[in-house]
C-alpha cells in the first residue's frame, strides 16, 4: 500500500485491541466462500463407525455444514452444535433441524447439561490459544470410551499469508496497526498436540500433519472471510478492503495467486484420541451460569 493511498482514505489504522471473547463472523459469505471446510470436514466425519443412535457434538460448529452431515448419518441419535459466534449459530439454525441443540458458547468454557459419546471439530481449534484447556474442557463432557476426531490450521498453515502481513507490517501504514499483537492464530505441532491430548487424559492419542492447498477464485473474499477476519477487528472499518487488498496484493506478488484468484497453503492438523472406558462419568455440573444463560450473555442484546 502506497503512502498517498493511506493519506487520501483519511483514517488512522490503529484501533483498540478487542477483547479476547470469540469474535463474531460474516456467516453468509462464509458459507459461500469457504468450500473446502465442508470437503475437510466430511474426513473427519469418515474416521467415525457411526451406529446412527449416538450423542454428538460439534465443536465450534460454524455455518452448521459438518452439523448437517451429522444429522444425516445420526438419524436415532442425538446432535449438538456449538459456537461462539452468534452470527454462525444464527445461519445454522436457518438450515438445520429444530432438533438440532444449537447454542453460543466459548470452547474452552464448555459446558454440557448431558455428556456426549463423540465430539467432533473442523477448522476452529487454531483460533484458541489455550489448548490444553479446550482438551480438557472436550474431556470433562465426554461420555467414558467416548471418541474425539477433530482438524485444524496446523504447523506451517497459511504461511504465505503470515509473511505477507509480516512484509505489510515493515511498511506505513501498517507498520503501527498491529503493535505489541502476535496476530490470532495457533497453529500447533503433531508431536505437542499428541502431549496435550495425553495430559487432558485421552488414550489411542494420534495427531498428523497434511497438506491441503485452496484455491479461492474471489481471493478478497475469502481472505476477508475466512483469514483476516481478527486482523480486521482491530482496524476502523473504512481501512478493511485497504488491508484484505494488500495482503492479496503481496500473495500473488509472491506467487501465491494471479488476478483477482489465490491459492493458500494450509496444513491441516488431524486429531484423533479416546476418553478411557474406564474414566469416571461426567458429574452434574453446579455452575453459577447455565449453559443456556451463558448463550443469552454471548448473543448480547437482542436489539444489538
Not at 490503529?14 to 469457504?34: C, F, H, I
Not at 467414558?144 to 511498511?171: H, K, M, W, Y
Not at 499428541?194 to 473474499?221: N, S, Y
Not at 476418553?275 to 455440573?285: G, K, Q, V
Request: aromatic content about 6%; charged content about 25%; hydrophobic content about 45%.
Amino acid at each position: 500500500m502506497t503512502g498517498d493511498r493511506a493519506a487520501g482514505a483519511g483514517h488512522d489504522p490503529v484501533a483498540a485491541s478487542p477483547d479476547r471473547a470469540p469474535r463474531d463472523w460474516e456467516a453468509g459469505t462464509y458459507e459461500r466462500v469457504a468450500t473446502a471446510h465442508a470437503g475437510w470436514g466430511a474426513d473427519v466425519l469418515d474416521r467415525l463407525e457411526l451406529r446412527g443412535d449416538e450423542a454428538v457434538l460439534d465443536a465450534g460448529c460454524g455455518s452448521g455444514k459438518i452439523t448437517a452431515q451429522l444429522v444425516h448419518r445420526l438419524p436415532e441419535g442425538r446432535v449438538v452444535g456449538v459456537d461462539g459466534s452468534p452470527s454462525m449459530i444464527a445461519q445454522a439454525s436457518r438450515v438445520l433441524p429444530d432438533a438440532v441443540d444449537l447454542q453460543v458458547q466459548d470452547l474452552v468454557d464448555l459446558v454440557l447439561a448431558d455428556p456426549v459419546d463423540v465430539v467432533v471439530s473442523g477448522a476452529v481449534f487454531h483460533w484458541i490459544e489455550d489448548h490444553d484447556r479446550l482438551f480438557a474442557r472436550i474431556a470433562a463432557v465426554l461420555r467414558p470410551g467416548g471418541r474425539f476426531e477433530a482438524q485444524c490450521g496446523g504447523a506451517g498453515n497459511i504461511a504465505s499469508v503470515a509473511a505477507a502481513i509480516d512484509r505489510l507490517r515493515t511498511r506505513a501504514p501498517w507498520d503501527v496497526a498491529f503493535t505489541g499483537w502476535d496476530g490470532p492464530w495457533h497453529f500447533a505441532g503433531a508431536e505437542e498436540t499428541e502431549e496435550r491430548l495425553r495430559r487432558a487424559g485421552f488414550v489411542d492419542v494420534r495427531a498428523w500433519l497434511e497438506p491441503r492447498a485452496v484455491h479461492a477464485e474471489d481471493g478478497h473474499a475469502y481472505l476477508r472471510t475466512v483469514v483476516l477476519g481478527s486482523h480486521l477487528e482491530r482496524l476502523p472499518v473504512e481501512a478493511h478492503d485497504d488491508f484484505v487488498e494488500d495482503v492479496r496484493r503481496e500473495l500473488v506478488a509472491a506467487g501465491a495467486g494471479e488476478g483477482d484468484a489465490v491459492t493458500l497453503d494450509y496444513v491441516r492438523l488431524n486429531l484423533s484420541a479416546r476418553r478411557p472406558a474406564d474414566a469416571p462419568a461426567p458429574e452434574p455440573l453446579v455452575l453459577d451460569e447455565s449453559p443456556e444463560t451463558i448463550t443469552d450473555r454471548l448473543r448480547g442484546p437482542a436489539d444489538a
